[in-house]
């Protein structure tokens, strides 16, 4: 499985920690425990992209794209995701914001990534295929 995370750096020299391996967990993290995994057979490559800038993390996936917006406040997360996926709709689709709003409605999914933690997570999904 190929997939991308694009991550903000936040302070000067990236300070890059990879953390845990989940193998398997649901949309939603609802407690501590997911299944680990070790790290061992993970590849990562790091890139600096300074075409991007980020303010939250974005990945593309096999199927789509994901831009997530967290938050200590469940809806404050949603909102951050939803903005997160019109700035860049309207990057990768060259149109307005506008027109990136109406589209969402017919094509974003938008699923809670985590509540575990004190600051809940919402992606908001939008498949590659889903605006021609």
């Known amino acids: 499985m190929n997939n991308t995370l694009y991550l903000p750096i936040p302070v000067e020299g990236g300070l890059f920690s ?3 391996g989940h193998a398997a967990q649901g949309d939603g ?7 680990e995994c070790p790290m061992e057979r993970v590849s990562c490559t790091l890139k600096v992209r300074e075409d991007m800038p980020l303010t939250m993390p974005r990945a593309k996936t096999g199927t ?4 997530m917006g967290f938050h200590e406040d469940l809806e404050e997360a949603m909102w951050i ?6 700035d860049w ?3 990768i689709y060259r149109i307005s914001r506008t027109e990136a709003y109406a589209y969402a409605s017919l094509a974003v999914d ?3 990534t985590q509540i575990v933690n004190s600051a809940k997570g919402v992606h908001a999904f939008l498949p590659f295929d889903a605006l021609r």
Do not use: F, H, K, Y
């Not at 993290?29 to 299944?35: R, T």
């Open 110 to 112: 938008l699923r809670i």
């Open 64 to 67: 789509g794209w994901l831009a």
């Open 18 to 20: 990879i953390g845990d």
């Open 89 to 91: 709709m309207s990057s």
């Open 29 to 35: 993290e609802v407690s501590g425990p997911a299944l």
């Open 81 to 86: 995701a939803l903005q997160n996926r019109l």
